[in-house]
């Protein structure tokens, strides 16, 4: 074969190649431009969608209170709400994967009933509060802990009261504290006499809204090498304002269990237990932020802390869309909602497969 | 041009093709996508929610009464959106402009900016009735 041809051959087949990548690259790029149209109507259904999900209560009405029941049809809102997009603290709970009661996606998924709709939904505080140890100082009989503690929302400080609780060994005291700046340093002293695990909990309200309300916790080790994350001695799964307290390690012997909230704290008192979990009904506070529960508790010799949160928030739960190479359009819908009187941000985010 | 070097202009050509049509998609790569921008309908709709969202308590009323636009500013840069600025008139039953200073969390940006107006009654003795305007745009 001369040469030419082969040369022509090979820039032939150089041709074809570039003209088919150019075909299956245009149709990619151009596809979002090409279904404006298409994906106008898709928005607005999806909308509904997202409003559906916030606004329907689901069947059976109470399926975030029964534990052992996944729902027929889904829905988040509160059975008897009074106002738009109030959710049930329980149906929220259930989404957090870290509960022992939660339901999974695919169930939610086939409790939707739309096949070709897949769906993520995001539940968290409107605004962060960011906690940090910045120095230890060890003197003869006590050891004062030095922390920054930061009210703000996407880098932007917002100005708060702060309540927050301290925990250790047979010690629990609170503090209040107004943070005009978001920012504030504050001590924790201990004593050289305890040992073992330490708490602080921080709840943080607006200063303008009083619906506005965040929390933060930091556990930290006191007169002791170890420390551990949280769950490694009881797993905590509060639902329908009982809380178990299910123990990982059996050789634990529990304490105290409180519940706080910014204006309230209160004992829980057990109501049920045997050798491998103990239940403690959660009263209804009225103020409007999430109840934080702290159980402390001694393993062996050493005292511990374990702590949730109810609603069990912030949560993620449903399809990964942030992967770019989804084969989907996505889109997401920002709300405010309500739970137990107190204002989240919830992110609802929607897709399926291309038309 | 000798029979035997045709082929290599084609390989040449080819060559060209190529970098012809790749550099169209390293053009096109940097369009920008619609289904990243928040659209104006979208805007206006979470609009008129934080609004109702904030006068569930009757705290929107509360703070228009009492004079308080800070906390209004503050509250409603909270609850809106990162990246979305803000104007805010409140008017009261004849249209009459109440707040002398402006309520805003920075200036328009954008040129697409969108509205919700949004009414509200006072929650006290006194009955008073406020007409919101709240301008929105996304920050560009």
């Not at chain 1, 298409?38 to 509904?48: I, T, V």
């Not at chain 1, 045997?274 to 932020?289: G, K, R, T, V």
């Not at chain 2, 228009?64 to 409603?76: D, G």
């Amino acid at each position: 074969m001369p040469a030419v041809s082969v040369d022509t051959f090979f820039a032939c087949s150089l041709m074809v190649i570039a003209v088919l990548a150019a075909m299956a690259g245009a149709s990619k790029l151009l596809y979002p431009y090409v279904n404006s149209a298409n994906g106008q109507n898709s928005g607005q259904r999806y909308e509904e969608i997202s409003r559906y999900l916030l606004l329907n209560i689901g069947k059976p009405t109470n399926w975030g209170q029964n534990s052992q029941e996944a729902p027929e049809t889904f829905g988040l809102a509160k059975s008897d709400f009074g106002v738009p997009y109030e959710l049930d603290v329980d149906k929220v709970t259930r989404l957090n994967a870290e509960n022992m009661y939660s339901v999974n996606y695919a169930e939610l998924y086939s409790s939707l009933k739309l096949s070709d709709v897949s769906f993520r939904l995001e539940i968290r505080p409107v605004f962060q509060v960011i906690i940090n140890l910045t120095a230890t100082f060890s003197f003869t009989n006590e050891t004062t802990y030095q922390f920054e503690i930061l009210t703000e929302k996407q880098g932007r400080a917002v100005r708060t009261k702060l309540t927050y609780y301290v925990f250790a060994e047979n010690y629990m005291d609170i503090f209040s504290l107004d943070m005009p700046l978001g920012r504030a340093n504050q001590n924790v002293t201990l004593s050289n006499s305890v040992h073992g695990h330490a708490l602080l909990t921080v709840l943080a309200r607006s200063s303008y809204d009083t619906r506005i309300v965040s929390f933060g916790v930091y556990a930290f080790s006191h007169n002791s090498a170890h420390q551990e994350s949280t769950d490694t001695f009881v797993k905590l799964s509060p639902l329908n304002h009982v809380l178990n307290a299910s123990f990982v390690n059996f050789e634990v012997n529990l304490s105290r269990v409180y519940a706080l909230t910014f204006d309230h704290y209160s004992r829980l008192a057990q109501i049920a237990g045997n050798n491998e979990s103990a239940l403690y009904e959660i009263p209804h506070f009225l103020d409007p932020s999430p109840t934080i529960l702290v159980l402390t508790g001694w393993n062996n010799s050493n005292f511990f802390t374990e702590w949730v949160a109810y609603p069990q928030v912030p949560l993620q739960i449903g399809a990964d869309f942030a992967n770019a190479a989804s084969l989907s359009n996505v889109f997401s819908y920002a709300y405010e909602v309500t739970v137990n009187w107190a204002i989240y941000d919830c992110t609802v985010l929607l897709g399926g497969p291309r038309d | 041009m000798k029979n035997a070097d045709r082929g290599q202009i084609r390989i040449i050509e080819a060559f060209l093709a190529v970098l012809v049509i790749f550099s169209a998609f390293a053009v096109s790569a940097n369009l920008p996508t619609p289904r990243a921008t928040i659209k104006r309908e979208r805007l206006a709709s979470i609009g008129l929610h934080v609004l109702m969202k904030l006068d569930e308590d009757g705290s929107l009323s509360k703070h228009i009464t009492n004079q308080n636009f800070t906390a209004l500013r503050e509250s409603l840069g909270l609850v809106l959106p990162a990246g979305v600025c803000f104007n805010l008139t409140v008017y009261d039953e004849q249209m009459r402009q109440i707040n002398a200073d402006v309520i805003s969390n920075g200036g328009f940006s954008s040129q697409d900016v969108v509205f919700a107006e949004y009414v509200c009654a006072s929650q006290n003795a006194t009955f008073h009735c406020y007409v919101i305007r709240l301008f929105l745009a996304v920050t560009t």
